[in-house]
């Protein structure tokens, strides 16, 4: 395999975060600035991939599995809090010796990448969310519809076919990359033929619908505490996070900036990932020289 088919397809990596085993994938020069990607509630790191290919010319891009999701360890304690993945990436930064980097984030990751920002204000040089902010997890109509998928995900799948129909039906949207993106990554096959999930659904599922308040973060203190330049990237046609939010969110904090994608919902770089690279890139670009 060549330098250039790796910076495409990524190494896989693993370390351990707070007593459990962590996956991560790679692309790009290793002495090149870095770029940390955390994906939503129920994916994976290699949904980063056609964003990496796009980057890693000139990043270091680090994609983390976070616990509970695709080649990382299961939480027998049901840890699926803010606290415990923010935690996770402090570890993770450190094992990296990541001094300094670009934190990106969707939905779930989002809110890792915020509450981790506004924590470690040394660390991170520029943030990028993408369709989250204060509230979305907790009310609304995209709230209610994660609870609703969550409460209704099947366990099982007689064959690639119907777990590739049960995507197509919870993502209608989605393109047919990002579709088998999905199919390929998020799926494992049982001893008697059947597909199941790489995902903690039962874990993730009650800590995700837990009244609890404990488990769910206010991130309007953290949106407030950021001290580097942030871009919200929002989906135009999402259900989860309102324009009136993003307003909001720039009102309160000086920083931070907003853009709308078209033809997109929730899942931006799934949905329109042309129109995605773009506003990420310019962000990026604009702020090049900031050490």
Known sequence: ????TKAVTGTDRFTMLNGLRAHYVEWGAPDAPPVVLLHGLRSYARTWEPVAA?????????????RGRGDS?????????TGAYVSDLEQFADSLALERFTLVGH?????????????????????????????SSASGAGAQRIRRELAATPREFAGIAEARAYWRG????????????????????????RWTWKFDLDGITRARLDPDPARHVDLWPHVEGLR??????????????????????AARQPLLGWT???AAGHYVHDDNLADY???????????????
């Open 1 to 4: 395999m060549t330098e250039a």
């Open 54 to 66: 796009a980057l890693a010319g000139r990043c270091r891009l680090i994609a983390l599995d976070h």
């Open 73 to 81: 360890d299961w939480d027998p304690a049901d840890g699926y809090s």
């Open 107 to 135: 939905s779930m990751g989002g809110t890792n990448a915020i509450v981790y920002a506004a924590s470690n204000p040394g660390r991170v040089r520029l943030l990028a969310v993408e369709d989250i902010g204060p509230g």
């Open 170 to 193: 919870v993502r209608p949207d989605v393109s047919g990359a990002a579709l088998e993106s999905r199919v390929e990554n998020t799926l494992r096959r049982l001893p008697d033929g």
């Open 228 to 249: 580097c330049p942030v871009l919200v990237i929002r989906g135009a046609r999402s259900d989860f996070l309102s324009a009136a939010t993003c307003a909001q969110m």
């Open 260 to 262: 709308e994608i078209p």
């Open 277 to 291: 690279l773009a506003a990420l890139l310019d962000f990026l670009g604009r702020h090049r020289d900031r050490p």
